[in-house]
């Protein structure tokens, strides 16, 4: 088990930035990725970024260039950072922790973004 608590939304004005951050209740280090998921109402949840414990990155295609993922497994962290924020950015963010051995998934509550002038 593990609890993720994600920080860092908020309301933005579009061209600005913002940097996520998940805390994790215990070790990253036996979670084969770390993630970022986001939700807009009435959409599906889809994956913007995942690091993986070795480090390995990949991002959305359609937000390469704006976001990056990192993770500071010492402080059990995992971040989003986002420029260039656009009005279609705007949606729940949430962090996500994966186990391929037992295939465990776990969520955090999630934090509002709001891209609007």
């Known amino acids: 088990q593990v609890q993720l608590v994600e920080s860092g939304g908020g309301l933005v004005q579009p061209g600005g930035s913002l940097r996520l951050s998940c805390a994790a209740s215990?070790?990253?280090?036996?979670?084969?990725?770390m993630g970022w998921y986001r939700q807009a109402p009435g959409k599906q949840r889809d994956l913007v970024a995942t690091?993986?414990?070795?480090?390995?990155?990949s991002i959305a295609d359609s937000l390469k260039g704006r976001f990056t993922i990192s993770r500071d497994n010492i402080k059990k962290m995992v971040y989003l950072q986002m420029n260039g924020l656009k009005p279609e950015d705007t949606a729940v963010y949430y962090c996500n922790a994966f186990r391929a051995f037992d295939r465990s998934t776990y969520w955090g509550q999630g934090t509002q973004v709001t891209v609007s002038s």
């Open positions: 690091i993986t414990s070795g480090g390995d990155t």
């Open positions: 215990r070790s990253i280090f036996s979670f084969n990725s």
